[in-house]
């Protein structure tokens, strides 16, 4: 089955989702943050098919977030580490991480602790915004057009009702 790609789409969110719109592809991001590098420790620690380890390290490798290296001759083995461009997703896992702790903990309490090592204190990941620290609501961010999207969109009608002056899309009235 052929997936649609969305690695050409005016939307930062929807390109990612391209690379890293899959669970396992997470999970084997997840699994590197907690410092796996090696396939078969993947594989031990994620119970995942081999085949789709192949492809999703692959994927990942292709995209920049982690390279190959390899650490045995005889035979020929490697180790997957992340990039920098991989080592700056931790944010958006450790903010998945933080809204599974909020809305899908059981009576146990949550599976995972995250213990900032700089402080010495347990943490969870907030988003806020880089100009004056609030935490950022849906309600008090407006998106407008940036200097990425295609001027070959800007006079469509939806996308100007979408994106707004004010950065607030206009809103039709019933009739």
């Known amino acids: 089955m052929r997936r649609t790609s969305f690695d050409s789409w005016p ?5 990612t989702v391209d690379i890293l719109g899959d669970g396992w592809t997470l999970l084997v991001l997840r699994e590197l943050f907690y410092g796996e590098s090696r396939f078969d420790g993947f594989i031990d620690s994620l119970g995942i098919a081999r ?4 492809d999703r390290l692959r994927r990942l490798e292709t995209a920049g977030l982690l390279e190959r290296r390899p650490y045995q001759n005889e035979p020929v083995r490697h ?12 944010g958006v896992l450790a903010a998945i991480n933080a809204w599974g702790d909020r809305w899908l903990t059981d009576d146990d309490g949550i599976p995972v602790v995250m213990h900032h090592t700089a402080c010495g204190h ?9 100009s004056c620290g609030e935490p950022l609501h849906h309600q008090d961010v407006a998106v407008r057009t940036g200097p990425g999207y295609p001027a070959r969109l800007l006079d469509n009608p939806d996308v100007q009702a979408r ?3 004010d950065g607030r899309p206009e809103r039709v009235a019933n009739t």
């Open 79 to 90: 180790e997957y580490l992340l990039t920098g461009k991989g080592r700056d997703f931790f």
């Open 163 to 165: 994106f707004a002056k």
């Open 51 to 54: 085949n789709t380890l192949t």
């Open 11 to 15: 939307c930062s969110i929807a390109r």
């Open 122 to 130: 347990d943490t969870q990941a907030k988003v806020v915004c880089s």
